[in-house]
């Protein structure tokens, strides 16, 4: 019996190793190390910039976009990543550290959506429904998005730091260690059918 229980165990934990590996990371520069932009798509405009700085959460680099247009929107994407790699119907686990400083009416959002590949998305929003609750200090945010109808042209996450409509409205948002991670399907099928196993080792 305390074999039968020593494989059981065993296979639990190969099966835990598994998914580890399993994961794939659809991000490109996520943590900013490559001393660039390089990766990111930026919509700035007007005054707003984009660029990098050593203010880090980790590591030597971080992302930083500052909007001081009044009543305007700046974007920085990881767009269209994992085409061919993302299934529809598939969970995406997102985490990235995140601070800035807000002047009157500026709000920093994270947004996820899964693409077509002839423009449009099948699914998304807002992460956590609301603006990030960012304050001047680094922290660390969590997230899940289930993938929609159509995947063709892969999924992207990104960050709008938003004005109010008024003079003086600013926002500066840093971005750092962005990940982006599936556990692709045929991974999954491979450990339910370790599953299957532990199992039948137990009905011994």
Not at 5 to 12: D, G, K, M, N, Y
Not at 87 to 116: C, D, Q, R, Y
Not at 173 to 198: H, Q, R, W
Request: with cysteine.
């Amino acid at each position: 019996m305390k074999n039968a229980q020593f494989i059981v165990s065993a296979i639990a934990c190969a099966a835990t190793a598994g998914i580890a590996s399993a994961q794939i990371e659809l991000a490109t520069n996520g943590g900013f190390e490559t001393g660039d932009t390089s990766g990111w798509a930026d919509f700035s405009s007007g005054t707003q910039t984009f660029g990098v700085t050593s203010d880090a959460n980790s590591g030597n680099w971080a992302g930083v976009f500052n909007n001081t247009d009044p009543g305007t929107a700046g974007t920085i994407k990881q767009a269209n990543i994992g085409i061919g790699q993302v299934g529809v119907g598939e969970e995406v686990t997102i985490s990235f550290a995140a601070k800035a400083n807000l002047g009157p009416g500026g709000v920093l959002f994270a947004e996820f959506f899964s693409e077509l590949s002839g423009g449009g998305t099948s699914a998304g929003g807002i992460l956590g429904g609301a603006p990030l609750a960012v304050t001047d200090q680094w922290q660390t945010f969590n997230f899940t998005a289930i993938t929609g109808s159509d995947v063709s042209g892969g999924v992207t996450l990104q960050f709008n730091g938003a004005t109010g409509a008024f003079d003086g409205s600013t926002i500066e948002y840093f971005v750092d260690d962005v990940s982006i991670t599936i556990v692709p399907t045929p991974a999954v099928a491979s450990l339910l059918g370790m599953g299957g196993l532990v199992a039948m080792r137990r009905r011994r």
